[in-house]
């Protein structure tokens, strides 16, 4: 199955700063890579994704990139507010295929004032 | 509905007893994914149902969890004869179709003592 891989655990950057949270995954059919941003007694909520047939994909002060020959992908926050402060988790699935996502372990993101 | 929408938000119940966890998608998503997060974790699979059959059910850890989804809208996940090591927050997600990313929903906390 698929494993996926998230560094760091946790960041602090100021605000104004960028940050980069990294994943990998191992599973070379994976074609969907979705990250979500969780709230502190929220569900996870989807923040942006690519699929296998990009290579990058940005909204606004978020940007995704994906390295398939590598078998890894990275979130990029621009501009960092302290409202972006949460638990980021980047996942991995092959969709109409398995369909479950597989989820790191999360990096929890604090922008400091 | 607007969003994922869970009942009960939290659930307190004894060891042993039988307990029932509702999720109603978003009207007209054929797909459900139920998870569980753990303190600390990122989510993990325990089932996806497209429609009203369990199109995997691969996750759910043993015979105590189950989940139906009988006019493939609302879907019910069961556990009976609770144990301690079942608490966690159990989320649910919904998409449109099999090749769309997914909402999840607020979660239910559930904590057996």
């Known amino acids: 199955g698929e494993n996926v891989e998230q560094h760091p655990s946790t960041l602090s950057v100021q605000e104004g700063d960028s940050a980069v949270i990294k994943c990998t995954y191992s599973?070379?059919?994976?074609?969907?890579f979705p990250w979500y941003k969780q709230e502190l007694g929220k569900g996870p909520q989807l923040i942006i994704d690519?699929?296998?047939?990009?290579g990058e994909k940005k909204d606004q002060r978020i940007a995704v990139t994906l390295n398939k020959t590598a078998k890894h992908f990275s979130l990029h926050i621009t501009e960092t507010q302290p409202e972006d402060s949460a638990v980021y988790f980047c996942?991995?699935?092959?969709?109409?295929?398995?369909?479950?996502?597989?989820f790191g372990t999360g990096t929890r993101l604090t922008v400091i004032p | 509905g607007a969003g994922v929408s869970q009942t009960p938000s939290n659930k307190v119940t004894e060891k042993g007893k039988y307990v029932e966890l509702r999720c109603d998608p978003i009207?007209?998503?054929?797909?459900l994914y139920w998870y569980r997060q753990s303190l600390g974790q990122g989510p993990e699979f325990l089932i996806y149902?497209?429609?009203?059959?369990?199109?995997?059910d691969s996750g759910l850890p043993n015979d105590r969890f189950f989940a139906v989804r009988p006019e493939g809208s609302v879907s019910t996940l069961k556990i009976q004869r609770t144990e301690r090591g079942d608490s966690a927050v159990y989320l649910c997600?919904?998409?449109?179709?099999?090749?769309?990313?997914?909402?999840f929903g607020s979660g239910t906390r559930l904590t057996v003592v």
């Open positions: 997600a919904s998409s449109k179709t099999a090749l769309d990313g997914y909402t």
């Open positions: 599973d070379s059919a994976s074609n969907y």
């Open positions: 690519i699929r296998s047939n990009v």
């Open positions: 996942a991995a699935t092959t969709l109409n295929g398995a369909n479950n996502l597989f």
């Open positions: 009207s007209g998503h054929t797909a």
């Open positions: 149902f497209q429609g009203t059959g369990a199109a995997d």
